[in-house]
């Protein structure tokens, strides 16, 4: 029998960590991960069923202090970063240099072009290690970039919100039937677990139950993701985030004018086409549309599609669990792919 990966997580004390950390904890090829503390993680909590309940009664999950030489001694081959962007930032270059392949969760090494970094203002401590890290980092979405996922020591898993756009644009955009002059629309809601788990006074309960709220116009950090994933100039897409009064899930209504007159059958094909062999997207035949709750734990992006009766003017639906194909059920099905096995592993 192969000896199974062995693989670590900083931050498991956060929305996605967990989500994580249960997601390796019961895959076929892993031996129990080792969850690794950091800084300001949780006070002295020992365990992390001490800050997750949930865990209890399920056997031990300590958590303990990063320090390399002790994960190089336990064998290591894979860390996860679900940290903040700027520990992800400092830290991602140390692991890569003990050797240990990283799969990162945050935004520290999605983008390429300086002008979309700057919204996280980060401070390398050592500019030209980082410089070349961000170009050999690989962006972590499987549909569109397997390949080169599979050989990559650095994959960067990409924003929740950028997966649902991105993956709703990319096929309409390869076969070149948008006509991007008359620009793009995303109108995207998120649950409250998007924010991430540290409090604000927007995210309170008073706050977010009986309401709806828009926020982040026009500089959200997952546009400049968007944009370069898309190849799009930054005035051909308008992407406006709204926050839902749920727990988790995320619904992008995009709105698209067609280059030509086109089919419901054309468009389907478009999609159904592109996505041949790729089985974490569920296309839904019209006039079937995703909702929130079809995608709710799971790792599937559910996509469907309206088209106006000029067959000109298109509207896309997209959905995802913004914890799982958003966050942690990327990061194992990125994982999957870095080991050559099968896509679905650890998330049926």
């Not at 080792?34 to 800084?39: E, F, I």
């Not at 991602?92 to 050797?99: C, F, H, K, L, S």
């Not at 950028?162 to 039937?177: D, G, R």
């Amino acid at each position: 029998m192969a000896a199974k990966l062995k693989t670590a997580v900083l931050g498991a004390t956060g929305y996605s960590g967990l989500e994580l950390t249960r997601l390796l904890l019961r895959h076929p090829r892993l031996e129990k991960p080792v969850l690794l503390r950091r800084g300001a993680d949780n006070g002295t909590a020992a365990d992390l069923a001490d800050i997750f309940p949930v865990l209890s009664g399920n056997g031990g999950y300590p958590l303990q202090s990063l320090a390399w030489p002790a994960l190089k001694e336990q064998g290591i081959e894979l860390l996860f970063f679900a940290t903040p962007h700027e520990v992800s930032r400092s830290l991602a270059p140390e692991a890569i240099a003990q050797g240990i392949r990283v799969i990162d969760l945050s935004g520290a090494w999605r983008l390429k072009e300086e002008q979309h970094r700057a919204i996280y203002n980060f401070q390398d401590a050592d500019a030209l290690t980082a410089a070349q890290l961000t170009e050999r980092a690989v962006y972590g979405l499987p549909e569109l970039n397997r390949d080169r996922i599979a050989g990559a020591n650095l994959v960067a898993n990409p924003g929740c919100y950028a997966t649902s756009v991105i993956l709703a644009l990319a096929p309409l955009l390869k076969a070149e039937v948008v006509d991007r002059t008359r620009g793009i629309i995303s109108d995207s809601k998120s649950g409250v677990s998007g924010a991430g788990k540290e409090p604000t006074a927007k995210t309170h309960f008073v706050s977010v139950a009986d309401n709806l709220s828009a926020y982040s116009i026009f500089n959200h950090r997952h546009i400049g993701e968007m944009v370069e994933q898309l190849a799009l100039g930054a005035c051909e897409l308008t992407f406006t985030p709204h926050l839902l009064p749920i727990p988790r899930g995320i619904l992008s209504t995009i709105y698209v004018h067609l280059g030509r007159e086109m089919t419901a059958g054309e468009v389907e094909s478009c999609f159904r086409n592109f996505y041949s062999g790729k089985p974490w997207v569920r296309v839904f035949q019209p006039p079937k549309l995703p909702q929130v709750q079809f995608s709710l734990h799971t790792n599937y992006c559910d996509l469907g599609f309206c088209l106006a009766e000029d067959g000109r003017r298109l509207v896309l639906i997209s959905c995802i669990d913004n914890l799982l194909k958003g966050a942690a059920g990327q990061a194992v099905q990125n994982m999957n792919l870095m080991y050559g096995w099968g896509e679905g592993e650890g998330l049926q």
